[in-house]
């Protein structure tokens, strides 16, 4: 691929390449190969421009490093087939100024036919407009923004300036032109921004399995999913068997259960068990088409204030009809009643509120946080009560195995290696923690069990040689399995509460093998997080978790939380929630593990750390960013926030200059024309000022 520097920044560059050699589709895949480098924070390509725009981090990639991955993009990548069957084809766009140009075109050039032949092409022209209004007045709908266009333009007509009908008609039209081009690039925005390219699977060649990038997953290719994980694409079972919990796609409460021969779709999440699908349709393009659902779903979301805005839009119609008709009777001039009809406040308010809200949704998959809706931002501001689980979330998400306590005749190297075999199935931290120490002692551990099965809240149980072997908490291991408690466990267990420890307890065939020391670290940012979120109007941080007393002890103190609850089981988060929403709080919870996704359903608003299992995410409202850990829920709040002052700040501008429009084309000061050509500018520049960021740059 031949290409140059255009310019170079610090961790920005933009590089040139030839559009004679290469297509847009091959761009596409361009960027897509980049997209995946480490180091690489976001790369664009302009088709029309020919060029790649790439934020890069400095401490990973340098301007000599980026040139030679563009030297790398040779024929044997651009032009496989198979890489660029996994890309979609950038759809060619004309854009606003192709729509304003031919509607100009079309207005001005009838203005060259013979009068009675211009007559028939205006009134072609704006009947669909009048049709329009007539057809709301018909469903009773009378008080609305197209009622009034329709009346401005009749008026006009009956009054025989078809001239200022059409111009009316015109300026209508490019009105509602930018008003679509501008919800459109918003919402097309949004879906690129939230559309996560970094996203791995599972792929399976022979009998091995290796990680790679969603979007190079393609027709044909078979992907292994395992419980807590979403389905990456759309396919057909050809081993395994799972319960599917399809409630993205059919809307079904209750897990679908899915074996061989059948067919599954993206997006939907195994429940429990294992499944190895065959892919069908592209697992990138199934995703896109996920995300454009979530956010047209989204836009039922609304917050409070745009329902409010809209309200106030449709009554405010009355009393321009209102106003029109005392003008007419007070004056009888045609003029002033379309002016009057011409300027209202719907257009702009209707407008500038889901912009706003599409907009702030996209400022926050800037940060990296993905919102499902602007209810979610809303609920998220208002929140006094912050619920938060302990391990991954209050936590660093890296907790270390401190000690392994091995029993009977194992030595420690044995028991960690038996516990790594299993927990390495499954993405929990305490599970990472694990098979790192492992493999940090270099510690080999070949699979001998049978199917792992993951017990909520609880632990893992499998079959090894024949004998039941299980991993997980005291109240698993001890109480619900009945294993024997030697009798130094005691003090073991002492030892763990002083040392802030929690503990995971290995048996097989009902005798302990041994127990596995876990230390959590409490996030860095924590105590400060929760000091800003009381600043902010937060009255209670509690923290809920399945741990020891000691763990949760140690890591309430030094979060400084206000109430703490261990040995908790999932059932016992939603109890707590319940009971909070009850006494008339608004509850926000977040978590990152399976267990987690109940209490995420409970609460009002239900958050997701970055790193969780593909079902907690699913069940979340909103997921944070990997990165920045807590402090994107203090970012959450301020800009849901922001959000709802801007909308209101907002509405009371439409007001103040659609009323000065009103009172003016009263006076005589302004044509109808003229007043539809400035209430559309406000309209444009309130949308522009909706679009704004709210939080400055990242």
């Known amino acids: 691929m031949n290409f140059y520097i255009k310019h170079s920044l610090p961790g920005r560059i933009r590089v040139g390449y030839n559009k004679d050699e290469i297509s847009s589709h091959q761009a596409a895949l361009a960027r897509q190969l980049l997209c995946v480098q480490e180091g690489m924070i976001k790369v664009t390509v302009n088709c029309v421009t020919a060029a790649f725009l790439i934020y890069y981090d400095e401490s990973v990639l340098s301007r000599k490093k980026i040139e030679a991955l563009f030297a790398a993009l040779s024929d044997k990548y651009l032009c496989d087939e198979e890489m660029l069957s996994s890309v979609e084809e950038p759809v060619k766009d004309h854009g606003l100024w192709g729509a304003l140009f031919a509607m100009t075109a079309n207005h001005y050039i009838r203005r060259l036919f013979p009068p009675s032949i211009r007559l028939i092409l205006n009134v072609a022209a704006f009947l669909p407009r009048i049709f329009k209004g007539m057809s709301h007045v018909a469903r009773g709908d009378i008080f609305n923004a197209a009622v009034l266009d329709a009346t401005a333009i009749t008026m006009a007509a009956v009054n025989g300036d078809m001239n200022t009908a059409s111009n009316i008609n015109f300026l209508l039209n490019v009105g509602e032109a930018i008003e679509t081009f501008t919800k459109k690039r918003s919402y097309d925005n949004l879906a690129h921004t939230m559309l996560n390219e970094h996203e791995q699977v599972r792929l399976v060649e ?90 047209d779903s989204s836009q039922s979301l609304k917050v409070s204030s745009q329902i409010r805005s809209e309200n106030l839009a449709n009554t405010l119609v009355k009393y321009n009809f209102l106003l029109s008709l005392l003008v007419f009777v007070a004056t009888r001039d045609i003029t002033k009643v379309m002016a009057t009809l011409m300027v209202d406040y719907s257009c702009a308010m209707k407008l500038a509120s889901p912009i706003a809200v599409l907009s ?208 908790a089981l999932p059932e016992d988060k939603v109890s707590y929630i319940k009971k909070q929403k009850e006494a008339g709080h608004k509850v926000l919870m977040i978590g990152d593990g399976i267990n987690d996704a109940p209490a995420l359903a409970t609460a009002d608003i239900g958050v997701a750390m970055g790193d969780c299992a593909d079902i907690t ?82």
């Open 617 to 698: 995410s699913a069940t979340a409202d909103i997921v944070l960013s990997s990165e920045n850990g807590l402090s994107d829920l203090l970012t959450t709040r301020v800009l849901g926030q922001r959000l709802l002052e801007k909308i209101d700040r907002n509405n009371r501008g439409i007001v103040a200059v659609n009323s000065v429009l009103i009172m003016a084309g009263l006076a005589g000061i302004l044509s109808p024309a003229l007043a539809a050509v400035l209430h559309n500018l406000s309209t444009i520049l309130f949308s522009a000022v909706a679009a704004k960021s709210l939080l400055g740059k990242r």
């Open 360 to 567: 702030a949704m996209k400022e926050a998959s800037e940060h990296g946080i993905l919102v499902k809706g602007g209810k979610f931002l809303e609920e998220a501001s208002h929140a006094d009560t912050v619920v938060f689980d302990k391990t991954g979330t209050l936590t660093a998400a890296v907790p270390k195995l401190s000690r392994v306590i091995p029993f009977g005749n194992l030595t420690e190297s044995q028991v960690l290696t038996i516990a790594a075999c299993l927990e390495e199935h499954f993405i929990h931290p305490v599970s990472r923690a694990i098979v790192q120490a492992a493999a940090d002692r270099k510690l080999k551990h070949r699979e001998r069990h049978a199917k792992v099965e993951y017990v909520v809240a609880h632990g893992i149980a499998t079959t090894m040689d024949g004998k039941k072997l299980i991993i997980g908490s005291r109240h698993f291991v001890f109480e619900d399995e009945r294993v024997a408690v030697p009798e130094n466990m005691e003090r073991i267990q002492k030892e763990a509460v002083d040392r802030g420890e929690s503990l995971l307890y290995l048996a097989e065939d009902g005798q302990l093998l041994g127990v596995l020391a876990v230390t959590d670290p409490v996030r860095k940012d924590a105590e400060r997080i929760i000091e800003l979120l009381h600043e902010n109007g937060v009255t209670t941080c509690a923290m809920i978790t399945g741990d020891d007393e000691g763990a949760a002890k140690t890591a309430a103190k030094a979060a400084k939380i206000d109430f703490y609850i261990f040995r």
């Open 206 to 295: 022979g009998d091995t399995e290796k990680s790679v990038p969603l979007y190079m997953l393609k027709t044909g290719d078979t992907v292994a999913v395992r419980t807590g994980a979403v389905i990456p694409a759309d396919g057909d079972v050809i081993k395994g068997e799972a319960l599917i919990n399809q409630a993205s796609i059919t809307g079904e409460p209750l897990a679908v259960e899915k074996r061989e021969r059948q067919s599954v779709f993206a997006g939907t999440i195994v429940q429990e068990g294992e499944l190895f699908i065959r892919v069908r349709a592209v697992g990138s393009q199934t995703k896109v088409q996920n995300i454009l659902a979530m956010i």
